[in-house]
């Protein structure tokens, strides 16, 4: 096993050509030549995990405990059921364990009461008239069997619970060291193992409406988007394995001071969306120059907040970059104050007033390493400070 953690240097290391490849676009980290033969050091990037390569793991750990990275992971699918899921994974020294065992604990509560049923349309060639028939297929036909047919049926073959089908497989053929997580994983398939397979469950996921039938199953589908996104599938053979999960650390916790914000101040995804990409926030009045702040809350018409979130430690003067994007958000906005939210850095909140034109650009940083309710009091902080609607 290749042991690394994310943004520290290694020792001396041999790599294979295929390990390299692996830590250089999975893992987005610097290899250089030691000048001793074939020796290199590696440097990963923000993201952590394991993967498989010839049989021989490489394993890129966080700086943070994995329970917290599991926690902002659950906090960000469902800010209000994440309580129920945290004594799955308090303690987890291992990533994919501990996925597997938040996506576990979220199926399990979410199909207590059963599965997901609703009506469907299904087309079919059958011997007989059941619904309407499709006459404009009909009228090509020169029989007059099989029948065109469109009709309804009521039961549990529907997108959502093919997408937890489609988690589920991912996480059969995951490296799971915990026995009775992999039975409990088996489990829940058997369960599920009768609804089609889907090809490429993401898009399917995005088309998704929320409605009072389906409200319950939003988390677990939270999960199984992580699940299915951060997953590298090996298909040979007719046969899936997973030969490795990581996750992006800076997108995990983007999500969840978002999230945690928008609860913070009880505002909807309309007012305080998931991504600002598109939506015609510019730097110059020509609409050139797009801008796309990671936090940004617009009520009425009306600018009222705008952030941006850098999932690592405020070094002070090396960070002068980070600084002038915040105050093109401020300018692009018109607001007279924006903030930038740190993973580390000094405890003591830090403030620059831009000269000239009397912005105020805000710095603030979240201790991570302070147990979960510590973390979301922090950012409730920042939220009324900083978010005024």
Same mark, same amino acid.
């Given at each position: ?5 994310e943004w520290a240097t ?5 790599l294979s ?12 980290a610097v290899?250089?030549?030691?000048? %001793? ?7 990963p990037g923000?993201?952590?995990?394991s993967?498989?390569?010839?049989g021989?793991?490489?394993v890129?750990?966080? %700086?943070?405990?994995i329970?917290r990275?599991?926690?902002?992971t659950?906090?960000?699918a469902?800010?209000?059921r994440w ?6 994974i ?10 597997a =065992?938040?996506?576990v =604990?979220?199926?399990?509560?979410t199909l207590?009461?059963g ?7 299904i ?9 309407? +028939?499709r006459?404009? /297929? !009909? ?5 007059p ?5 469109r009709?309804q /049926? ?13 988690a589920? =497989?991912v ?10 997580l992999a039975a ?7 369960s ?13 996921? *995005?088309?998704?409406?929320?409605t009072? !039938?389906n409200? $319950?199953?939003?988390? /677990? ?10 997953s590298?599938? *090996? ?12 996750l992006?650390l800076?997108d995990i916790?983007?999500?969840?001071v978002?999230?945690a914000?928008?609860e913070a101040?009880?505002l ?7 991504s600002?990409?598109?939506?015609g926030l ?7 120059v797009?801008?796309v702040p990671?936090?940004?809350?617009? +009520? ?9 979130? %850098?999932? %690592?430690r405020?070094?002070?003067p ?6 002038? !994007?915040?105050l ?18 000094? $405890?003591t909140?830090?403030?620059? *007033? +831009?000269? $000239?034109?009397g912005?105020?650009? $805000? ?5 991570l390493?302070?147990?979960?309710l510590?973390?979301l009091? !922090?950012?409730?902080?920042i939220?009324?400070?900083s978010?005024r609607?």
């Amino acid at each position: 096993m290749l042991q690394l953690t994310e943004w520290a240097t290694s020792g001396p290391l041999t790599l294979s050509s295929a390990q390299r490849h692996v830590l250089e676009t999975r893992f987005e980290a610097v290899v250089r030549a030691t000048g %001793k033969g074939d020796e290199v050091t590696v440097r990963p990037g923000g993201v952590v995990g394991s993967v498989s390569v010839g049989g021989v793991p490489i394993v890129v750990r966080p %700086k943070i405990p994995i329970d917290r990275v599991l926690f902002m992971t659950a906090y960000a699918a469902d800010p209000f059921r994440w309580e129920e899921n945290w004594s799955a994974i308090a303690g987890v020294d291992d990533l994919e364990d501990g996925m597997a =065992a938040l996506f576990v =604990a979220a199926c399990r509560r979410t199909l207590q009461r059963g599965l997901l049923r609703s009506y469907r349309t299904i087309d079919a060639d059958l011997p007989m008239v059941k619904g309407r +028939v499709r006459w404009n /297929v !009909q009228a090509r036909r020169r029989a007059p069997l099989p029948v065109a047919s469109r009709f309804q /049926v009521h039961d549990d073959d529907i997108t959502e619970n093919r997408i937890l089908r489609e988690a589920l =497989a991912v996480l059969r053929h995951s490296r799971l060291t915990d026995p009775a997580l992999a039975a409990g994983v088996d489990r829940l398939w058997r369960s599920l193992e009768h609804v089609r397979p889907l090809r490429d469950p993401l898009p399917d996921l *995005d088309t998704i409406t929320w409605t009072r !039938q389906n409200e $319950h199953y939003r988390q /677990v589908l939270g999960l199984a988007r992580v699940v299915l996104e951060n997953s590298m599938v *090996d298909l040979a053979g007719g046969t899936v394995g997973t030969v490795g999960f990581t996750l992006r650390l800076h997108d995990i916790f983007e999500r969840f001071v978002r999230t945690a914000l928008r609860e913070a101040v009880a505002l909807s995804e309309t007012e305080f969306p998931n991504s600002w990409r598109g939506r015609g926030l510019s730097l110059a009045e020509s609409g050139q120059v797009p801008l796309v702040p990671d936090l940004g809350v617009r +009520v009425g018409g009306q600018w009222r907040f705008v952030g941006d979130v %850098k999932y %690592k430690r405020d070094a002070g003067p090396s960070h002068e970059a980070d600084l002038y !994007q915040l105050l093109a958000y401020a300018t692009a906005t018109g607001l007279p104050e924006a903030t930038l939210v740190y993973a580390q850095g000094p $405890h003591t909140p830090i403030t620059h *007033d +831009v000269r $000239h034109s009397g912005e105020r650009l $805000h710095l603030r940083h979240l201790d991570l390493l302070v147990p979960p309710l510590a973390v979301l009091r !922090q950012v409730g902080g920042i939220a009324r400070e900083s978010v005024r609607v």
